[in-house]
């Protein structure tokens, strides 16, 4: 659940991690790490007028207990780590 005020939200979705965040940055990066090493995966993302929501999925997939962390660059916008657990 995200709280309408908080600037990002971000968080484990069905093996994907998925992210909101608001207001709409102008430039996005993000960066992977499951358990404290970087990992390859696909990012997709799309804007709304006051947001940009999108899924990074990793590459190999997550498996039970695996902590996956995302890193994001964009301007005024806290860069995380952003941290969760799969189930």
Do not use: K
Not at 7 to 30: E, K
């Amino acid at each position: 659940m995200c709280l309408p005020e908080t600037r990002v939200c971000a968080g484990l979705d069905d093996g994907r991690f998925a992210f909101t965040i608001r207001p709409r940055p102008t430039t996005l990066a993000v960066d992977a790490t499951v358990n404290g090493t970087p990992v390859t995966g696909s990012l997709t993302h799309f804007t709304g007028d006051d947001h940009v929501q999108g899924w990074y999925e990793p590459y190999p997939p997550l498996v039970p207990g695996d902590v996956m962390c995302l890193a994001i660059t964009a301007p005024e916008v806290p860069p995380g780590p952003y941290c969760d657990t799969a189930p």
